[in-house]
């Protein structure tokens, strides 16, 4: 996902009723209740949406992804390859390979994106990965940064799980080591998150743009990573990072009564307001952060009385004052304590993120895997409505990067960029497919 300087509030992100207004010729209306969903997530994932990315994003002259893509799978600009891409890519075939889909050989091509990682970003002289290379292989930003590498982290992971090969769970536990040894901070709480290539640490924060911080976003990703490893290579020591990680989260990061959460923090973890004084959140890091959380407490198997309540919470409030009930979307951040939506919506020129959807469809569905509350399901099933109608391209299969709260039609038939692979949408589809198929409503 994109990033932008904690405080200021980027594009928000509603929409009004419209049922099946942008549905082509030929496409089956959005389902309308939560098997229907899955059946429908399951279908556009299977025949549509990897197809897509399989076909277009390798580079077989040079090795790695591009997902720099128009919607016509050509590609915009093949030279900037950053590694947080590459291992996203990764991390998504090799779901899918897990998830049961074979119709395409999705775990070769994983794998060949692992080689690629291993020959092209890995610094033999200083360890680690660089940031970013051109198509030639030359390191273009060698900097170090602990975000880029709890994703590659997370695809191996699930390569490991996938492929079931230990040399590639081996591999991971390798990059797990890195990121203690080099990354753990320790004088105060949590990680380091940006540094020279050498590992001598900078200040200046590559998420967030802003000097001398910690964020939730990477923290946040790094839970997902130690998540997944704990699941691939099991280990006290995994086992324990995972552990303190996540009480630090919900300790430091999440104003608890309220349900959201705080970012950025000082390199102490002390939550930092705005230039104004006033806390703002962003609503869809706090709904893919509750399923997250579920996520870690599961596998830490943790009493879900002890955890659940605070989801809940957290769902809530994005909920009450993030979400449009009238176009079934959320806000991608805004003040912590009221609503932005008001009956005009937001400015003429906001637009909608897919990746915003995506973790809200997730997040929903965690949030009614826990309680099944019709207001959960009532949000899932406007917000799968807007995504089908909208986002997804179905002549070609992709999602669209935005699109316009008052148009309805994205400002860019582009598919990917340096920031959208077939991450966020990917995994939610395989989520909805996996859980919501079989269900009764």
């Known amino acids: 996902m994109k990033h932008t300087h904690p405080g200021r509030l980027i594009l928000f992100c509603l929409l009004i009723p419209r049922i099946f207004a942008n549905a082509g010729p030929g496409v089956a209306p959005a389902a309308t209740h939560l098997q229907g969903i899955g059946e429908q997530a399951h279908s556009h994932l299977s025949t549509g949406f990897l197809p897509f990315w399989y076909h277009h994003s390798w580079d077989a002259e040079k090795g790695g992804f591009v997902t720099q893509l128009e919607n016509d799978g050509s590609w915009y600009d093949a030279n900037d390859r950053r590694l947080i891409m590459q291992a996203r890519m990764i991390w998504t075939f090799a779901a899918a390979h897990r998830h049961g889909l074979r119709s395409l050989p999705y775990l070769e091509r994983a794998l060949e994106g692992m080689r690629y990682v291993e020959e092209s ?16 292989r030359t390191p273009t930003q060698p900097e170090k940064t602990l975000y880029s590498h709890a ?66 976003n990477t923290h946040m990703h790094l839970m997902e990573a130690y998540t997944s490893l704990v699941s691939a290579v099991p280990g006290t020591r995994q086992r324990q990072a995972l552990d303190t990680l996540t009480h630090l989260i919900i300790e430091r990061s999440v104003e608890s009564e309220k349900g959201f959460a705080y970012e950025p923090y000082s390199l102490d ?31 830490l198997e943790w009493e879900p009385s ?37 009956k005009d919506g937001p400015p003429a020129d906001t637009l909608i993120g897919w990746w915003e959807q995506a ?16 207001r959960y399901s009532k949000a899932l099933i406007q917000t799968w409505q807007t995504v089908w109608n909208e986002f997804i391209d179905h002549d070609t299969g992709g999602w669209f990067y935005h699109v316009g709260w008052h148009n309805h039609k994205p400002p860019s038939n582009r598919m990917g960029s340096e920031w959208k692979a077939a991450y966020h949408d990917g995994r939610c589809l395989m989520q909805l497919s996996r859980f919501l198929r079989n269900s009764a409503d």
């Open 121 to 136: 970003f890995h610094d033999t002289e200083h360890g680690g990965y660089y940031y970013a290379i051109d198509r030639n």
């Open 151 to 216: 994703f590659l982290l997370y695809a191996y992971s699930e390569l490991a799980r996938a492929s079931g090969d230990p040399d590639i769970g081996h591999a991971a536990l390798r990059i797990f080591e890195l990121i203690e040894t080099k990354a753990r901070d320790p004088n105060r709480p949590g990680y380091i998150e940006d540094f020279e290539r050498d590992w001598s640490p900078r200040s200046h924060s590559s998420v967030s743009g802003m000097t001398g911080v910690k964020t939730l």
């Open 269 to 299: 973890f002390e939550p930092i307001p705005n230039r104004d004084g006033e806390w703002i959140t962003s609503y869809s890091h706090n709904i893919e952060l509750a399923w997250l959380l579920v996520e870690a407490a599961e596998t």
């Open 306 to 342: 002890s955890y659940q309540p605070l989801i809940l919470r957290i769902v809530d409030h994005a909920l009450r004052f993030g979400f449009d009930p009238r176009r079934g979307a959320l806000l991608t951040a805004g003040p912590a304590d009221c609503s932005l939506i008001g």
């Open 359 to 374: 973790e809200t469809l997730v997040g929903l569905l965690y949030a009614y895997r826990i309680r099944s509350d019709a």
